[in-house]
């Protein structure tokens, strides 16, 4: 796997070597299920690369949305990105308490948000803490910057287009959730959705694009892995989850295969499945 400058997916040593530079932007982007039984503030608090800022993937989101972490406006998410001291010019990495999980979310809303100098630590902080490497307790210091958010509509997808193309088969839907939940034999950890998965679309568990460590699979793995699903791909990719965090998982593996015609679904099932007027699959 690459390691240069231009990669979205860095390793500890990598940002180890340029952790003080004064370029680089280092954001603990950690999210957990309720069922985790984690607060991910509060681990950050206590231990975190240094320098690193907490990025709050529940706060920066649109407010005004009933749905779970949203996609904000690009105001509100420059507004936050300028005051942890976040500008055009820097290259930001971002990682999470897991391994590789809700970093990704984070990797996916900064390019949407048309800032492509983003890349994800492979392994998070579990792989640089199990390497010895320094942490700290300490806030970081920041300076207010100019950051500039366009968004690259071309990133997302809502439920109409989802709908859409679920209908004309323009592109292929992939969900990230587990095979138990894809079929509806696991029930949703958020009340009130119905059990089940879009009809047609195919199951790429991110876990399996994991190895035991928390880093991504190498690019032969990976590619078996989406085949596998009865994913073609030569052709558009639409993918999608439980809240949106997942799926960004399997964007990023889409992305270090070369595959650039891909899309978030941001509702995922908490939007499609409390939706009474769209279709459901199970099994």
């Known amino acids: 796997m690459p390691d240069d400058d231009n990669t979205i997916l860095v390793s500890t040593d990598w940002l180890r070597h340029r952790l003080n530079s004064p370029d680089i932007r280092v954001f603990d982007a950690s999210w957990y299920l309720p069922a985790d039984g984690r607060d991910p503030r509060a681990e950050y608090e206590a231990a ?5 800022r907490f990025f709050d993937i529940d706060e920066i989101s649109d407010s005004d949305s009933s749905l779970p972490h949203m996609v904000p406006q690009p105001e509100k998410f420059a507004s936050r990105m300028r005051s942890m001291g976040v500008g055009d010019g820097h290259q930001v990495v971002v990682y999470d308490g897991a391994g590789l999980f809700s970093a990704a979310r984070v990797w996916w809303l900064f390019r949407h948000m048309g ?5 994800v630590l492979d392994g998070g902080f579990p792989k640089w803490v199990a390497e010895g490497l320094p942490v700290e307790n300490l806030p970081p210091q920041t300076q207010s910057r100019h950051m500039t ?7 997302v997808s809502d439920l109409p287009h989802v709908l859409a193309t679920n209908k004309s088969g323009e592109a292929q839907i992939v969900d990230a959730r587990s095979p138990d939940r894809f079929r509806g034999e696991a029930p949703e950890p958020r009340p009130g959705l119905r ?33 596998d699903g009865g994913v073609d791909l030569s052709r558009p990719v639409i993918t999608t989850c439980g809240s949106g965090i997942t799926a960004a998982v399997l964007s990023l593996a889409l992305e270090v295969l070369g595959h650039r015609s891909h899309s978030l679904y941001d509702g995922s099932w908490a939007e499609w499945g409390m939706s009474p007027d769209v279709p459901i699959e199970t099994g």
């Not at 800032?115 to 890349?119: M, R």
């Not at 958010?149 to 990133?155: D, G, I, M, S, V």
């Not at 059990?195 to 880093?215: A, C, E, K, Q, W």
Request: hydrophobic residues 40%; aromatic residues 6%; proline residues 10%.
């Open 149 to 155: 958010a366009r968004r690259n509509a071309a990133l």
């Open 115 to 119: 800032k492509t100098d983003v890349a």
């Open 48 to 52: 975190h690369i240094p320098g690193a």
């Open 195 to 227: 059990p089940g998965h879009i009809p047609g679309s195919r199951n790429v568990y991110f876990n399996d694009l994991l190895n035991p460590d928390g880093t991504l699979k190498p690019e032969a793995e990976l590619r078996k892995a989406f085949v």
